[in-house]
């Protein structure tokens, strides 16, 4: 399994999980990210979420094709 890391910058309190999965690569477009989101194919926190707007926190790990991201 593949591990990326997501780096909040001083002033972000949240990146949202379809911006995640694009910034790190699993997806290509946003349009994707929505598609495998909504389609149950992403977990966050061990739990399968289908909220694409959902906000990810320092601690949050989601996990979505052989790929863990972790937000830092």
Not at 45 to 58: A, I, P, Q, S, W
């Amino acid at each position: 399994m593949r591990k990326e890391i997501i780096k909040l910058n001083e002033n972000e309190e949240y990146i949202r999980l379809d911006n995640a999965l694009k910034a790190t690569g699993c997806t290509d477009t946003g349009g994707q990210a929505k598609v495998v989101i909504q389609g149950g194919k992403v977990l966050l926190n061990g739990e399968v979420c289908t909220m694409r707007g959902k906000k990810l926190r320092k601690g949050d790990i989601a996990e979505y094709d052989d790929t863990m991201i972790e937000v830092q």
